[in-house]
């Protein structure tokens, strides 16, 4: 680069911002004199006190005002107003104007008053000129110093500019007011985690026994289970500063910056301890290196590098305590886990039913519930629901009752808000016809197989009132504990995807089936193909034939899909298809023979568009024998 340019930035680009500085000052200067030279007219060095524009109007209104100065284009003025409370004492104040309004002028006009204008005070012509030549000259200049530091310091483009050091993006809080009594549900995690509140507290305890304290807990659940509210629990209880960051926040498009930002909050964490790191999502930093494809991949490691030797890097007591969540504990690096950094693990899970219940009571500590409407019952009905999900349920059923001008909560609010956190938003029903009378033909069929089917999860209503995306919804109550599946439950349930489509097939014809069962065929091949693959359920026997279908490096399912042989990838498109057809077989069997209940039913429902699971049995048991279903009805202990 050429040597006068390296001059030019050095030493014009400061004393050019000396100029800007003494000129803005110079500026400033220039404007408060004008105030005092108009305020001294009347009275000398008194401040002038400030009045709102709304005041000022009032005072227009009044005749109170004698004289009005505008400054800076409309956006101040000072007036001068007579106080009939002090007879008629004049008082100088100031007003921010909304801008140079002509209806301002022109009842200013109206009432007489006498105003005026002071232009924009212009800087003196050399000033201007050097203000006009400063914005280019500080570009250039920029430009110069930027392009010397990344000539002269090859060290890392991120230093270029420094983007991991201003933009701090994890937050602190220094008290999160998170007890443990907020979260509920999660017992064994809980009791996992009192220690580290123990560790935070009161490290001596451990230190002079000669203990080393865990420098990382891995808390891993499904989103929405309370990873979070843990962690901040913990800082709460210990009543330490909690610092966050999520891993997808370390990871960005320049090479360097997680890497910084890792650094950064690590430092900060330092100068604060006690105090617990929460780092959300670890596993979009922590996934195992070397896998995959593409530049991101640089980005990742070196802030997992990063990471690991930050927390290789403090003393083993230093009072700080690293909490990382994720879902998805499979991808880690192994070299997170190993001990001194994450070597603690406390698993997070959906609760159960009585977790669903004590999750409840924290929730509807602010709400109103109906006398006979229970929390055990709203627990009851929602298997699978997260702690999050609990949370939302009882705010849609709230925000419901309000809409229907209710004062208390009732059963039917939370069954709505159920379908509603489940399915999405409900539609206006269809109008009478052909598309109503197959959609009801193919909810009919699902339900029919769930009811017949023994292994099949009993149906909790039927409707063809359309929501979210489906046009009608046969609602099933699955049992709390599904730990484990069977193979005749699997079974059953691919039975009961294909009974809406085996019913178009038999009332409508072949050549009328619909796209409607599009998704119930995507999740027929998805089910069987796992059980061919996964879960060793067909006659290839019990082996395993891939590895995890949602695996995330695109680079590592490439290299794992050769391990499978073309013969072989055929035999298990040759099963699922086996599969599929003797369900679909079964399925077509039960639905023509069951043609009248059928009929029947479909009537009934495309008369009162919901069929309660109650009343399908009933109406069904009057054309055959139901199968007597195995339920696990779980007994509730009150958790408190
Ligand atoms: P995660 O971090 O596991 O995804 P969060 O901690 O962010 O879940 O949970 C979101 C919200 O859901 C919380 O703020 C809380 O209102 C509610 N919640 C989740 N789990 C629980 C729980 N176990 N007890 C009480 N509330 C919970
Ligand atoms: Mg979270
Ligand atoms: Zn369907």
Redesign the pocket.
């Known amino acids: 680069m050429d040597k006068k340019w390296k001059v030019l930035a050095l030493w014009v680009l400061p004393i050019a911002i000396v100029v800007l500085i003494s000129w803005q000052i110079l500026g400033s200067a220039s404007n408060t004199r004008v105030n005092q030279a108009t305020t001294s007219s009347v009275s000398r060095n008194a401040p002038i006190s400030k009045i709102s524009y709304g005041r000022f109007l009032d005072y227009v209104k009044a005749g109170r005002v004698t004289s009005v100065d505008i400054y800076e284009g409309g956006r101040n003025a000072v007036i001068e107003a007579v106080d009939p409370e002090f007879d008629n004492r004049v008082q100088r104040l100031r007003v921010d104007l909304p801008g140079l309004a002509p209806e301002l002028i022109s009842s200013l006009k109206d009432e007489s008053i006498s105003f005026d204008i002071h232009p924009p005070k212009k800087a003196p012509a050399g000033i201007g000129i050097l203000g006009n030549l400063l914005f280019p000259l500080i570009l250039i200049g920029g430009l110069i110093l930027l392009s010397r530091r990344s000539n002269s310091m090859p060290g890392g483009p991120g230093q270029a500019m420094q983007f991991g050091k201003t933009k701090a993006r994890f937050a602190m809080e220094a008290e999160t007011g998170v007890k443990f009594d907020?979260?509920?549900?999660?017992n064994e995690a809980k009791q996992d985690l009192e220690e580290v509140v123990t560790f935070l507290k009161q490290p001596e305890r451990f230190t002079s026994v000669g203990a080393q304290i865990p420098r990382g807990v891995l808390?891993v659940?499904?989103?929405?289970?309370?990873?979070?509210?843990?962690a901040k629990a913990i800082a709460g209880e210990a009543g330490v500063p909690f610092f966050s960051l999520s891993g997808s926040e370390f990871v960005e498009m320049f090479v360097g910056v997680g890497a910084s930002r890792v650094r950064d909050l690590f430092k900060r964490a330092k100068e604060n301890s006690p105090c617990l790191i929460f780092i959300?999502e670890i596993d979009a930093v922590g996934r195992q290196r070397g896998a995959g494809i593409g530049g991101g991949n640089d980005e990742r490691e070196q802030t997992l590098n990063q990471l690991l030797t930050e927390m290789d890097g403090f003393e083993g007591n230093s009072g700080i305590i690293i909490i990382a969540?994720t879902n998805r504990p499979d991808v880690l690096d192994s070299a997170l886990m190993r001990p001194g950094r994450f070597d603690r693990q406390v698993t997070?899970d959906a609760?159960d039913i009585s977790?669903r219940l004590s999750?409840l009571k924290?929730?509807s500590r602010n709400k109103k519930l109906e006398e006979d409407l229970t929390l055990e019952s709203i627990a009851r009905r929602t298997p699978g629901f997260?702690?999050?999900d609990?949370?939302n349920l009882l705010n849609e059923a709230a925000i419901l009752t309000a809409r229907r001008r209710k004062n208390y909560i009732g059963l039917s609010e939370i069954d709505d808000a159920v379908d509603r956190i489940i399915a999405g938003m409900e539609g206006q029903p269809l109008v009478d016809g052909r598309s109503k009378r197959l959609i009801a033909y193919h909810e009919v069929g699902h339900a029919l197989i769930g009811t017949l089917v023994k292994d099949h999860d009993p149906v909790q209503k039927v409707t063809v009132i359309p929501r979210g995306q489906a046009k009608g919804l046969t609602w099933f109550s699955p049992d709390d504990d599904q730990m484990l599946i069977s193979r005749a439950q699997l079974k059953a349930r691919i039975m009961g995807a294909l009974g809406g489509r085996a019913a178009e097939d038999i009332v409508f014809g072949r050549e009328e089936v619909t796209t409607g069962a599009g998704g119930d065929v995507q999740q027929v091949a998805s089910m069987a193909r796992q059980m061919v693959t996964k879960f060793g359920m067909s006659s290839l026997g019990p082996v395993s034939l891939e590895g995890d279908s949602q695996e995330v490096f695109v680079g590592r399912s490439l290299m794992n899909t050769s391990d499978i042989s073309d013969e072989i990838s055929k035999q298990i498109d040759e099963q699922v298809r086996k599969i599929v057809k003797q369900c679909y077989e079964e399925t077509l069997e039960l639905v023509s023979k069951n043609r009248s209940a059928m009929d029947k039913l479909v009537e009934i429902l495309i008369e009162k568009e919901t069929i309660d699971g109650d009343e399908f049995c009933n109406v069904l048991s009057k054309f055959t024998s139901i199968p007597e279903k195995d339920r696990f009805i779980p007994v509730l202990q009150d958790p408190t």
């Open positions: 907020d979260v509920a549900g999660v808390l659940g499904p989103p929405g289970t309370g990873k979070t509210l843990l959300d969540a997070v609760p977790g999750i924290v929730h997260t702690g999050a609990l949370a």
